[in-house]
T-cell receptor, first 117, second 115 residues
Framework: GAVVSQHPSRVICKSGTSVKIECRSLDFQATTMFWYRQFPKQSLMLMATSNEGSKATYEQGVEKDKFLINHASLTLSTLTVTSAHPEDSSFYIC?????????????FGAGTRLSVL | AQKVTQAQTEISVVEKEDVTLDCVYETRDTTYYLFWYKQPPSGELVFLIRRNSFDEQNEISGRYSWNFQKSTSSFNFTITASQVVDSAVYFCALSTNNQGGKLIFGQGTELSVKP
């Protein structure tokens, strides 16, 4: 299967700081990348969808100024949590979907556990 | 509306038992894809299978098998001779072209395999 690398795997930060999470597709070109948030014992909640070179499309209720997404290349997308607060603490996970043999399948990164103090 | 229901929140079995994880989906689209993903305690989601709506053939991969039945809108997953390493949360998911490839996840089933 295709490989998506996400890091950092864990980050602890102080309230008010910004945190950047990177998501890279290593062996395929991810024309679309997705960002999810997952609370303990719950399913994944889609935050936004980004296509390379375009602005991200955010799901209802997700603050785009709070969660900045950049998908500048076919192999890299970043999520920046701006001015993080304790309620932003969560598990964030990205996925990439490409073309040809990986088409229509989302391959996921290992996730980032964010703790805001 | 699109929806995926995994009615079993938690399942506990003893090693070597067979276990079936249920998945029921709802969609009005005629073209759609169904998926199963495994999320071990480490957190990453591991892709297991994709099935499109026009292919109702059952699939077997080692100890894993999947039963897709459009008549009951179900896509069940069976693990035979379960092992401790199978312990994880398993998610069933649905995507349709009309949704731009977004995955609609079920709530997940936490499988615990005890030695």
């Amino acid at each position: 299967g295709a490989v998506v690398s996400q890091h950092p795997s864990r980050v602890i930060c102080k309230s008010g700081t910004s945190v950047k999470i990177e998501c890279r597709s290593l062996d395929f070109q991810a024309t679309t990348m997705f960002w999810y948030r997952q609370f303990p014992k719950q399913s994944l909640m889609l935050m936004a969808t980004s296509n390379e070179g375009s602005k991200a499309t955010y799901e209802q209720g997700v603050e785009k100024d709070k969660f900045l997404i950049n998908h500048a290349s076919l192999t890299l997308s970043t999520l920046t949590v701006t001015s993080a607060h304790p309620e932003d603490s969560s598990f964030y996970i990205c996925s990439g979907r490409g073309t040809s043999w990986v088409r229509d399948i989302q391959y996921f990164g290992a996730g980032t556990r964010l703790s805001v103090l | 509306a699109q929806k995926v229901t995994q009615a079993q929140t938690e399942i506990s079995v003893v090693e070597k038992e067979d276990v079936t994880l249920d998945c029921v989906y709802e969609t009005r689209d005629t073209t759609y894809y169904l998926f199963w993903y495994k999320q071990p305690p480490s957190g990453e989601l591991v892709f297991l299978i994709r099935r499109n709506s026009f292919d109702e053939q059952n699939e077997i991969s080692g100890r894993y098998s999947w039963n897709f039945q459009k008549s009951t809108s179900s896509f069940n997953f069976t693990i035979t001779a379960s092992q401790v390493v199978d312990s994880a949360v398993y998610f069933c998911a649905l995507s349709t072209n009309n949704q731009g490839g977004k995955l609609i996840f079920g709530q997940g089933t936490e499988l615990s395999v005890k030695p």
